[in-house]
């Protein structure tokens, strides 16, 4: 049964509680399972040959696999910001890795997907890493927390699961800190979402899950039963860790399959930014991507991506149509029949088009700015194949054609100035509009205003 796109929110609260029921039963289920730290090439379904992740493959054989699927930064902080709100990371106030003693959080002026369908009538569930508060601001009163943003149940870290994946002792749930929890941190969160979907949620109305793993980020720990399929290998605990990782996925899916959920449910798999480090235990495969973690080339910022939703999505589909973690918010509004916002600028848009392999219609430029330090490549802009890439201050910059040069190695701004010179345009076109709508005082302290719009010397 096909859902009618865009239906206002207001319609729908008018519409006889008999009916609601009954169309809760169509409208369908919601389920963001993001990884942390996972690179373009650290999984089977991205050719990968040595780690064992079965249930990313079957979710690709039962969905679309994106072969461009980006994330909004290069960064935790800001690309889940993004995802939640469609709006690129400076633009939603959230423009740095919140870790530090820092205001910056996602503010409650922000709307999330989670809060516009739970105002729909869809019970809401975070279960995972949060990181959209800086450190001293989890969990405290003053600042808002995951409820604030739209989910009734939750239970999260502020960011890594500590000491590490094994016995975690840091998470909070519903505000009340749990205590040490024994098991490895992905297999307790899919546990918990689990629970949430079988004993606390109303079963008669639809649901938002958000399962947001730890793995594979560091401090890696990593079940022997996961790193001990990878007997002599120097890296096993990472692998192993990727594995763990998948395992939960599987944990997730199979508990949608024994409640007859699956067919009904909007399933989207990515992760967070590219991984971490330059090998060893710290490093994850970006598949012959250039750059990792914190760089605004592909390596940093293009992840994995798979949806399924059957009915909807033909199983076994590859889409090479580019995508970005804003763009999840537009698309499971559309997929539930709940109307965008209208009041704010929104930087993502939806998706299903690109489920089928069909261009989405991107009226803004896919568009990335990193903050961390030590300053780089930290800045690019996607205008169909052509992708410009610009250091920090952004004052020297790179031109790449990157469906035929996807691994950046040829730099053609020397080559065709008037393209870069046209790229770079628009870049400072669209920065000066989002640096103009963002929370300007959360930086302002730690930026340098330079000449002709080169704003920031981090």
């Not at 930290?378 to 992708?387: E, H």
């Not at 004052?395 to 190695?409: G, N, R, V």
């Not at 040829?410 to 103009?436: C, G, S, T, V």
């Amino acid at each position: 049964m096909k859902i009618p796109r865009l239906v206002s929110l207001a319609a729908f609260l008018l519409v006889p509680l008999c009916a609601v029921q009954a169309a809760d039963s169509a409208r369908p289920n919601i389920v963001v399972f993001l990884a942390d730290d996972l690179g373009w090439g650290d999984t089977s379904p991205y050719g990968n040959t040595v780690i064992k992740t079965p249930n990313l493959a079957k979710l690709a054989a039962q969905g679309v696999k994106f072969t461009q699927c980006y994330s909004a930064a290069g960064v935790c902080s800001p690309s889940r910001s993004a995802i939640l709100t469609g709006r690129t990371p400076y633009r939603n106030g959230v423009w740095q890795h919140l870790s530090g003693v820092h205001e910056a959080h996602l503010r409650t002026s922000e709307i999330t997907y989670p809060k516009l369908l739970k105002q729909a009538g869809y019970e809401t569930c975070h279960v995972g890493k949060w990181h959209l508060n800086a450190r001293p601001h989890f969990n405290t009163a003053g600042f808002p927390q995951p409820n604030d943003h739209g989910y009734d149940y939750w239970m999260a870290t502020h960011n890594n699961a500590s000491p590490s994946h094994n016995n975690p002792d840091n998470f909070v749930r519903n505000g009340t800190p749990v205590g040490e929890m024994q098991g490895f941190s992905a297999q307790l969160v899919a546990a918990e979402g689990i629970r949430w979907l079988n004993e606390i949620r109303n079963p008669k109305k639809p649901f938002v899950l958000s399962v947001w793993v730890h793995e594979p980020h560091t401090p890696i720990a990593s079940d022997p039963r996961f790193s001990g399929l990878y007997p002599g290998h120097p890296n096993s605990e990472y692998l192993g860790n990727v594995t763990q990782m998948d395992h939960a996925l599987g944990m997730v899916m199979d508990a949608l399959d024994a409640k007859g959920l699956a067919e009904n449910t909007l399933l989207i798999f990515t992760s967070d930014n590219g991984p971490e480090g330059q090998g060893g235990i710290r490093g994850g495969s970006t598949g012959g991507l250039r750059g990792r973690k914190r760089s605004d080339y592909e390596g940093g910022i293009r992840v994995p991506g798979i949806a399924r939703w059957p009915g909807h999505i033909k199983a076994g589909t590859v889409s090479e149509v580019p995508v970005i973690g804003t763009d999840i918010f537009a698309t499971v509004l559309e997929a539930a029949g709940v109307a965008l916002p209208k009041d704010r600028t929104l930087d993502g848009v939806s998706m299903i088009p690109a489920f089928a392999g069909r261009p989405v219609e991107r009226k803004i430029p896919l568009f990335w700015r990193t903050h961390v330090s030590p300053p780089g490549d930290r800045v690019a802009l996607r205008i169909g194949d052509w992708k410009l890439v610009g250091n920090d201050q952004m004052t020297t910059f790179e031109l790449y054609e990157i469906q035929k040069d996807w691994k950046e190695e040829n730099n053609l701004a020397a080559k065709l100035p008037d393209k870069a010179a046209e790229m770079k345009a628009a870049l400072f076109k669209l920065w000066r509009e989002i640096e103009a709508e963002g929370p300007k005082q959360w930086w302002q302290s730690v930026k340098n205003p330079t000449k002709a719009g080169a704003t920031l010397a981090y």
